[in-house]
């Protein structure tokens, strides 16, 4: 492809971070730039505890135990999301009940959240799509009137705001994700922040084994304690060190990417048959995903993405309904009707977006966008 999906911005500052904890010869695995790092994302957020994964999907897994949810419990979750959100509940025996979603934002329809709370109902579990925050201020009015408790997956969105205040500060807990893709990349990994003090002392005994020992595991000779039921979850120091150095740029990666943004609505929107994807006022999105949608849907949204991938631009559906996949089917999901998500579903179409964009690569995606609809006589 002359245009990937993404690219990941790496400076010299990365590599010789990551270099240091190698040639360190020690503590490549518990170092203490895990907690240096847990305390960036803390202050970065303004979140009061923080609690490093080796991935989102674990750090998902992980608040469902900590939250003691079981077998009957339902969780509202979006089937508009990639699938370890609608995943996250049945790791625990209990079920996802899929909401929809709303246009704006593409995150989960507060109506319709309240539509589908049940006496089973414990969570509400949105997701803000793409680095574009969902209505999470309506979502926690709602968590709060149901008592319920709401948990960000905040996957796609770090450093994303609304009227200032971050994305991951709304509800009772927040996971993030460092996969490669992020806004900022461990290469792979996540978080958990949360201001509630047990949570995260259930996290921290959840990620390494349900361990409790005074000092390093690895070097320390005081005796060891194994309190529940744990994990390998852990996000190596090496990973971390990488972590703390992306960390440093973040506000520079998030600008680039809104810039690319700005760019590409610009043009695009003045195609007919596009739909681009703005913040509503007082929103702050970091554009992990750049997504369009195609107005008359999957015959035509298809033919556009193999053009592009004939011009060597690559492109991606984020995300085909998480409802529709074998595995809810098979466990009875058959008859979930979700009109919007399964109408935005047929429209999106995510184009290439990193910090480091040309101009020339922005202006070669829009002209083949043009061209392609240009030839079906569109527009």
């Known amino acids: 492809m002359k245009i990937p999906l993404f690219k990941i911005y790496w400076d010299e500052e990365d590599v010789n971070a990551v270099k240091e904890v190698i040639k360190s010869g020690m503590h490549w695995c518990t170092g203490k730039q895990i907690e240096e790092f847990e305390k960036k994302i803390c202050e970065y957020t303004g979140s009061r505890y923080c609690v490093a994964f080796n ?20 969780i509202i979750v979006p089937s508009f999301t990639f699938i370890a959100t609608a995943y996250a509940p049945l790791y625990v025996g209990a079920r996802p009940i899929f909401a929809d979603i709303e246009e704006e934002t593409l995150g989960l329809d507060p109506e319709d959240v309240k ?3 049940t ?14 925050p969902c209505k999470i201020r309506e979502l926690r009015e709602i968590a709060g009137d149901y008592k319920l408790i709401l948990i960000e997956d ?44 047990k949570i995260y002392d259930r996290l921290k005994l959840l990620v390494s084994y349900g361990r409790v020992t005074e000092g390093d595991y690895f070097t320390s000779g005081i005796g060891t304690d194994y309190v529940e039921l744990g994990y390998n979850w852990r996000l190596s120091t090496i990973l971390a060190t990488l972590g703390i150095a992306q960390l440093e740029k973040v506000d520079k990666l998030i600008e680039m990417r809104r810039k ?5 609505n610009k043009a695009l929107k003045t195609i007919n048959d596009i739909e681009v994807l703005e913040e509503p006022k007082d929103y702050f999105a970091v554009y992990q995903l750049y997504t369009i949608k195609v107005s008359e849907g999957k015959k035509i949204r298809d033919e556009l993405m193999a053009y592009l991938a004939k011009k060597g631009i690559s492109t991606k559906v984020y995300f085909e309904p998480a409802h529709k996949y074998t595995i809810f089917r098979k466990l009875g999901y058959s008859n979930v009707k979700l009109p919007v998500t399964e109408k935005v579903s047929s429209q999106v179409l995510s184009l290439p977006m990193y910090p480091h964009m040309t101009k020339e690569e ?11 609809f240009r030839r079906k006589g569109h527009e």
């Not at 006496?119 to 574009?132: C, D, E, Q, S, V």
């Open 115 to 117: 539509e589908k709370i």
């Open 55 to 74: 991935s989102g999907g674990s750090a998902l897994h992980a608040l469902m135990l900590a939250y003691g949810f079981k077998p009957g419990d339902e």
């Open 260 to 264: 690319n943004a700005k760019s590409l």
């Open 154 to 197: 905040a996957a796609e969105a770090f450093g994303a705001r609304v009227k200032g205040k971050h994305v991951g500060t709304f509800g009772n807990a927040t996971i993030f994700s460092f996969c490669q893709n992020k806004i900022f990349t461990t290469s792979e990994g996540g978080a958990v922040v949360t201001d509630d003090k």
């Open 119 to 132: 006496p089973k109902t414990k969570a509400i579990l949105p997701i803000h799509y793409g680095g574009m």
């Open 362 to 372: 922005l202006d070669y995606i829009v002209t083949s966008i043009r061209e392609f």
